[in-house]
């Protein structure tokens, strides 16, 4: 398998029915980059074109206007295999347990794989594979059906599912939308490690949080146009703009603007927990002397 | 691909037809239909033709769109007329082609033209209610027409709370298809290759999981209707309470005119006006 090089969206625009009374532009003009080894957090409010967005990475919407380049090669050309394409770049969609819908969670999790023509003990062996990233225990749960478990192990097996192809892509649109806290610390603590082992993740999120705890860079899309793009530290930096596109910053970045407000002595450009935690300790020993 | 699907084929504008009483005008296209079997002669059908054109107009609907609604219909009307022309043979009617064992006679042809015409007038006709009347006013027609089949137990507001139900959930499903359909495509299925058998098969994931989806969503839509106190419909009230008006009884004088002028002209004409060997 060739190693992954980087996703590039080329002044990509997209319009629902055009030429028609109902068309509507719903990407404008977006230049992007996912590179290698990325962990992208695509952020924007309800309807800005994150999941039309999504949905051009891997073709299976067509831009209207501009390119997608997969490792430098035009997703949209007239010889490139698609289908082909799309196995290197798994996507899992909004509330993905809805795609499930064979007898056993096996065979569900073999359907990728299975398209991609792979050898039987190959296919096993890749379910097992997906299975134990997702903490799905093979054995109790593999000739279940699908429809007997929970919401949250459902959406495990769908992520399952996509997992088994082995992309070298995993873009991932609100994969906790719907779950308990548990249930969504379990499903990001899934693509982190992920992450950690080599895959490139674009993920799709409304939880400011989730995204200062993963990402390495964020894009922020509103009203179908890329609004900023760059590192958490800056984007979360810039609370005014992140205001205007109806988002937050995350918890920790909050705090840290409204203590400084008060005259504290911190850096404006904290955004997780842990380094805000250890500033405060830092500024407490100073103070108390000890 | 499932994009552009418009429900049903209401035309949304504002003009008297509009506004009619859809139980008036399901009864209207009814008489409609009847007329059209009335009638049996060409110089018939012209005033026919005449009466939609100018209902077309009142209506505000374009003629052409009411055409247009005529081109799914296409291959059987095409396959009425031909299967009319070539096999209609009396031994009485005298040929006007013969060559080998092809034969069309007078009265095949006569047969032809009137059985694509019949057609051709029932679909305008229906198409006249459904363009000007929309899907719920249909449904809340049907209703009220169907209720006095209540004392037999026949389930009136039943059928029409089904049909309003299913009419509503048309665009979910088609946009929930839509979804399913690229979730897997992205698992690498393939829905446009292979042959009839191999692409039935590609369904199978398409469709458990859409089968899945509407039932759940029909639980949960019945039990959000309990918690309103839904009970089926008897005592109910309405919201849109129809009330019958000037123009629908103007309507329904516009209609028995016509019926009217149809049974006068076969009764005067019984065998058309007649031009050379053809009566119109």
């Given at each position: 398998m060739r190693k992954a090089m980087s996703i590039e969206l080329r002044h990509l625009s997209h319009v629902y029915?055009?030429?028609?009374?109902f068309s509507s532009v719903a990407l404008n003009d977006i230049s992007l980059t996912v590179h290698d080894g990325d962990f992208l957090a695509l952020v924007g409010h309800t309807g800005c074109g994150k999941s039309t967005l999504v949905q051009h990475l891997n073709g299976l919407l067509k831009p209207t206007d501009g390119q997608v380049l997969v490792d430098g090669e035009d997703?949209?050309?007239?010889?490139?295999?698609r289908r082909k394409l799309r196995m290197r770049i798994g996507l899992v969609f909004q509330y993905?347990?809805?795609q499930l819908f064979e007898e056993t969670v096996a065979k569900d999790i073999a359907f990728g794989p299975k398209n991609m023509g792979l050898s039987a003990e190959e296919i096993d062996s890749r379910v097992r594979w997906a299975m134990e990233k997702v903490h799905l225990n093979y054995d109790k749960l593999?000739?279940?059906?699908?429809?007997?478990?929970?919401g949250g192990q459902m959406r495990r097996v769908a992520i399952a599912g996509v997992l088994a192809m082995q992309p070298d892509y995993l873009i991932l649109d609100?994969?906790?939308?719907?779950?308990?806290p548990h249930g969504r610390d379990r499903i990001l603590g899934i693509v982190k490690d992920l992450h950690e082992g080599g895959t490139t993740v674009v993920m799709v999120s409304h939880s400011m949080d989730d995204v200062a705890q993963l990402a390495t860079r964020v894009a922020v899309l509103s009203h179908g146009t890329l609004k900023a793009e760059g590192t958490p530290r800056e984007i979360f930096r810039q609370r005014e703009m992140m205001a205007e596109v109806g988002l937050g910053v995350p918890a920790a970045s909050s705090l840290c603007a409204a203590l400084r407000a008060r005259g504290v002595d911190l850096p404006d450009d904290l955004y997780t927990r842990e380094e805000l935690k250890d500033h405060l300790l830092r500024l407490w020993k100073e103070v108390s002397g000890c | 691909m499932l994009k552009n699907i418009t429900l049903g084929q209401y035309y949304p504008v504002d003009s008297p037809v509009h506004r009619l009483d859809p139980r008036v005008k399901i009864l209207l296209a009814i008489a409609m239909i009847v007329a059209v079997f009335l009638v049996k002669t060409l110089a018939g059908y012209a005033l026919i033709l005449l009466f939609v054109f100018l209902v077309s107009k009142l209506a505000k609907v374009p003629f052409k769109l009411l055409v247009k609604g005529l081109k799914p219909l296409r291959f059987i009307l095409i396959l009425t007329f031909l299967l009319n022309l070539f096999f209609t043979n009396p031994a009485d009617s005298d040929a006007l082609v013969s060559w080998s064992f092809i034969r069309i006679s007078t009265a095949g042809l006569h047969q032809a033209i009137f059985f694509s015409l019949r057609l051709i007038f029932l679909v305008l006709a229906t198409s006249l209610l459904t363009l000007t009347t929309s899907p719920i006013q249909l449904s809340d027609g049907m209703e009220l027409l169907l209720s006095p089949l209540k004392v037999i137990h026949f389930p009136a507001h039943e059928l029409a709370m089904m049909m309003s139900i299913a009419l509503r959930f048309i665009p979910t499903l088609l946009e929930e298809t839509d979804k399913i359909m690229k979730a897997q495509m992205a698992r690498g299925a393939d829905f446009e290759s292979g042959n009839l058998i191999k692409r039935a098969k590609a369904m199978v994931p398409l469709l458990v999981p859409l089968f899945v989806s509407a039932f759940r969503r029909a639980g949960d839509l019945a039990m959000a209707m309990e918690a309103r106190c839904y009970h089926g419909g008897k005592g109910r009230t309405r919201l849109r309470v129809l009330k019958l008006t000037v123009d629908d009884a103007l309507a329904g004088m516009a209609v028995a005119a016509l019926i009217m002028l149809i049974i006068a002209e076969r009764t005067l004409f019984p065998g058309g006006i007649v031009i050379g060997r053809f009566s119109l």
């Open positions: 029915a055009p030429g028609t009374a997703l949209n050309g007239d010889k490139v295999d993905p347990e809805y593999a000739e279940k059906s699908p429809f007997e478990l929970s609100e994969p906790t939308a719907g779950l308990d | -």
